[in-house]
């Protein structure tokens, strides 16, 4: 099924409230608690789960735990999901020792980069030279990447982790890549969130 990346961006928040929910004490959630906890509607949570066939009861609501399990397996968090990362500098290596992931059922495998002083075979994430990335994804059955280089090495870098079975990545090379056949990009500027969120605190500031 084929839906909009807003959708699948309330379920993850709708699963990360009820886990709050849930540490509260919670076992039964209604669709009018959920839009409250996400900034949604309640029409819009019912709209949301209803395209996965998820339905609760009018009166009694939806059951967390039961929930839970339906939208982790949605989302891809009933199995390990395993990733690398492409480029070891600063954003690069804050991801690698980053240990929410493992949480949320996302495993970081390893490290690549072409900085030879970078290499790391023994540390936490083994940090790797690029060259081998080929062979680590088609041994480790690898789909999904993240992409830390600098703008210059970053379309080369995507071509090649795309030709050896990466299908999806997440780029934090402060440029758009361009579209690759079979793989899913999801592009992350940094530079542009921060000045979209500086203007709009600067124009809030002017209208006070």
Not at 37 to 60: C, E, H, P, Y
Not at 184 to 198: D, S, T
């Amino acid at each position: 099924m084929i839906t909009n990346k807003n959708c699948i961006i309330r379920l993850s928040r709708y699963k990360n409230a009820l886990y709050r929910l849930q540490a509260l004490g919670f076992v039964k959630v209604f669709s009018d608690n959920l839009a409250d906890s996400v900034g949604s509607t309640a029409s819009q949570v019912r709209k949301d789960f209803s395209l996965f066939g998820i339905s609760g009861n009018k009166k009694g609501g939806y059951q967390i735990d039961i929930l839970l399990e339906k939208l982790n397996s949605i989302l891809g968090k009933d199995q390990l999901q395993k990733v690398i990362v492409i480029g070891a500098g600063h954003i690069g290596s804050a991801l690698m020792r980053y240990r929410g992931f493992e949480k949320e059922g996302i495993k970081i495998l390893g490290g690549f980069d072409i900085d030879p002083a970078k290499i790391n075979r023994n540390s936490v994430v083994p940090i790797l030279p690029l060259e081998e990335v080929k062979a680590f994804i088609k041994a480790q059955g690898i789909k999904i990447a993240i992409l830390a280089v600098p703008d210059i090495a970053a379309q080369q870098a995507v071509e090649m982790i795309t030709g050896a079975g990466i299908k999806g990545v997440l780029n934090f090379a402060p440029l758009r890549l361009k579209d690759v056949e079979g793989c899913i990009i999801n592009n992350v500027n940094l530079e542009i969130e921060l000045e979209n969120l500086i203007y709009f605190v600067n124009v809030e500031a002017k209208i006070k």
